[in-house]
């Protein structure tokens, strides 16, 4: 069974950065679709990104700001956001395709924003 642990969240000024990691247990990370996706208060979970083996696509909020990546020798994958805004500010969420799209999630990682 594969499990997500997210972290690298926290407290940032808007216009500041954070990373965020995910790690991932088992065998075959390398083929999984990985996504991230961002809930706030009152709001329905939304995607960020996702990356698979060949291309990554961003939501059209955070393109040219925020980038995925992924290390399959770590099973890690991990998302730089720059430029924050208030508005960003949602508990983030790891989430792999392993045997249906977006079957496995992590427990998520809260990012505030301050203003």
């Known amino acids: 069974q594969v499990q997500l642990v997210e972290s690298g969240g926290g407290l940032v000024q808007a216009g500041g950065s954070l990373r965020l990691s995910c790690a991932a247990s088992?065998?075959?990370?390398?083929?999984?679709?990985m996504g991230w996706f961002r809930q706030s208060p009152g709001k329905e979970r939304e995607p960020v990104a996702s990356i698979n083996t060949s291309t990554s696509n961003y939501a059209d909020s955070v393109r040219g700001r925020f980038t995925i990546s992924r290390d399959n020798a770590k099973n890690t994958v991990y998302l730089q956001m720059n430029s924050l805004k208030p508005e960003e500010t949602a508990v983030y969420y790891c989430t792999a395709s392993v045997r249906s799209r977006y079957d496995t999630w992590g427990q998520g990682t809260q990012v505030t924003v301050s203003s």
């Open positions: 088992g065998r075959a990370f390398s083929g999984f679709t």
